[in-house]
């Protein structure tokens, strides 16, 4: 069964901070990965991670994958209040046929 | 707006109910996912269907089921409520079937009193 393991679940940091979350995975045969941002409903898509696309960046926001340590990163640099949501993991076997398996997401509240 | 259109919103109704969730998926998506989140498990996926036919099945309650009309509209049908389908619904959609452009609607939050 695929797997999807966030951490931490909760982050609470100041306005102008750096901050670094985490996703461990197992997945069969492997596909993608990718990164949601969730606020107050749908989650929005922020990045797609794959064999042939490990490193991704928009703004102050960037992802990396690890496919030796089966991992990921999201970085946020220089951090705002409108930063604070739910920050969604998942994953994607080949074949994408079987929806996505998500991580229970790391909450990250950011002080003015 | 995602383009992905949910109704209802909210739903509030009994034990023992049946409820009838309604996903109009982005025009040209031709795959719709069904997604339960609740506090305590996260985003589980329900159900895919494409092009009108099921196309894989996640953890969806045997109480649960879905369809696809040949518009793509899609309706996810829960029966026999328990207080333990209380839980936010999200219907999203995909142009092949898989990640690729994968779209969230806003969702249905169903509470089971």
């Known amino acids: 069964e695929d797997k999807v393991v966030q951490s931490p679940l909760s982050l609470v940091v100041h306005e102008g901070d750096t901050v670094t979350l985490n996703c461990s995975y197992e997945?069969?045969?492997?596909?993608?990965l990718l990164w949601y941002k969730q606020e107050k409903k749908a989650p929005t898509f922020l990045f797609m991670l794959?064999?042939?696309?490990i490193e991704k960046k928009s703004g102050r926001l960037s992802s990396i994958l690890d496919k030796k340590e089966l991992s990921s990163i999201l970085n946020i640099t220089a951090t705002q209040t409108g930063d604070s949501a739910i920050y969604l993991c998942a994953v994607e076997a080949r074949g994408g046929a079987d929806g996505l398996t998500f991580g229970k997401g790391t909450h990250l509240i950011i002080q003015p | 707006d995602s383009g992905v259109t949910q109704t209802p919103k909210h739903l509030i109704t009994a034990t023992g109910q049946r409820v009838t969730l309604r996903c109009s998926p982005r025009s040209g998506d031709l795959s719709v996912y069904w997604y339960q989140q609740s506090l305590d498990q996260g985003l589980q996926f329900l159900i895919q269907y494409y092009n009108g036919e099921e196309r894989a099945k996640g953890n969806i309650l045997e109480r649960f089921s879905a369809q696809q009309f040949p518009d793509l509209h899609s309706e996810l049908n829960l029966s026999s409520l328990e207080l333990g389908d209380s839980a936010l619904y999200f219907c999203a959609s995909s142009v092949r079937g898989d990640s690729y452009g994968y779209t969230f609607g806003s969702g249905t939050r169903l509470t089971v009193v």
């Open positions: 997945v069969t045969n492997f596909r993608s």
């Open positions: 794959t064999s042939s696309g």
